[in-house]
């Protein structure tokens, strides 16, 4: 499928009418109907994005594109939650971990899932390249104990937190990872995450769009990541009453905020696993959960030692044997090159069970 030389108009219109929307609550609007307009504005800028996202891809090609979309969703994930603890104080101090666990849980077991049960039941087994998903997978362990298990395990602060001196030195291993992540997938290794495209695939031949189309594409992707962000703090206190009223733990907050952020990254890496691009796929999955908790943890960090907000780090007990078992299944299934369905069941199975201990634990 060739694409437009021009952006559909949907794509243009999506992101004004979610900030026409914000505009409307900013002035006063409110009302059951009005969050249902809210809700719907926060899905067309997601579709949108997603769309905008393609067309950057494209035209700065692999691994590059799926980088841009990473990095764009990860900064202003960021920014909603530094907002949510500078206004919400010290009944916020966990928000941050748990919505970067939400997010690690999301990527690894349910968008990997959903992408492997998609491209597998679509094309039977798919491949892709096993050193650029290995070196992921690696940074990926290394920065999720450091920052949410081995607070626990630490005795200058009783866990689950850091000392500011201990904060500060993750907050620089986490971006010295992150860095030097980014370094190997554009720059260094860069062939590693390079997609083999199927010769019948004739999206991966159809000519680029052009700079004035990815220019402006880039423009209101990021009018409409920022819309998606704004719209889903205002719906947060919705979400946050919900909770209370069902008697759920609050953690699952966390879980909501992650998921509506995350959706994006996840539409987009649905669409290139049934187009049976899986390594575009897992770089969109892997380094949005590599993006996701490499930025956050240090933007999160540098708030608490400014303010001496206390910033709660180290996950229960449960939480930590589900990181691991995820992260351990991530290695196996992503080991050979090779996936089919078994290995996207097995990844959606512990994220049901991450969902229903979250909701009941």
Request: aromatic fraction near 6%.
């Amino acid at each position: 499928m060739k694409r437009s030389k021009s952006l559909p108009l949907w794509s243009m219109i999506a992101p004004l009418v979610g900030w026409l929307l914000m505009g409307g609550m900013w002035l006063g609007a409110g009302g059951a109907v009005y969050t249902v307009l809210l809700t719907a504005g926060m899905m067309a800028c997601v579709l949108a994005a997603v769309h905008h996202a393609e067309v950057i891809a494209h035209r700065l090609g692999e691994p590059y594109g799926t980088l841009v979309l990473a990095v764009a969703v990860t900064t202003i994930e960021v920014a909603l939650i530094v907002s949510l603890m500078l206004s919400g104080g010290p009944s916020t101090t966990a928000l941050a971990r748990d919505t970067v666990f939400a997010a690690v849980m999301i990527i690894l077991n349910g968008m990997v899932g959903l992408c492997l049960l998609a491209g597998g039941s679509r094309h039977g087994e798919q491949t892709f390249g096993l050193y650029g998903v290995s070196a992921s997978l690696a940074t990926l362990a290394a920065i999720s104990v450091l920052t949410l298990v081995l607070p626990n395990y630490t005795t200058t602060v009783p866990g689950p937190f850091y000392s500011l001196s201990q904060l500060g030195f993750i907050a620089v291993v986490s971006l010295a990872l992150y860095g030097t992540f980014v370094l190997v997938q554009a720059v260094r290794h860069r062939d590693y995450f390079l997609p083999e495209e199927a010769a019948t695939n004739e999206e991966a031949h159809a000519a680029p769009p052009s700079n004035r189309v990815a220019l402006t594409s880039a423009v209101l992707l990021l009018a409409c990541l920022a819309a998606v962000v704004l719209l889903a703090k205002a719906l947060a206190p919705i979400i946050e009453s919900a909770v209370a009223q069902a008697g759920a733990p609050k953690a699952l907050v966390g879980v909501i905020i992650a998921a509506v952020v995350l959706l994006p990254e996840g539409l987009a890496a649905l669409r290139a696993a049934r187009a049976n691009r899986l390594q575009t796929s897992l770089n969109l999955a892997l380094g949005s959960a590599l993006a996701s908790i490499g930025l956050t943890i240090p933007a999160v960090a540098i708030v608490s030692i400014a303010t001496g907000l206390t910033l709660t780090l180290g996950l229960d007990a449960k939480s930590c044997v589900l990181l691991l078992l995820s992260l351990f299944v991530a290695t196996l299934s992503l080991g050979t090159g090779r996936t089919t369905v078994l290995q996207g069941v097995v990844h959606l199975v512990i994220f049901a069970a991450y969902l229903f201990t979250t909701v009941i634990p």
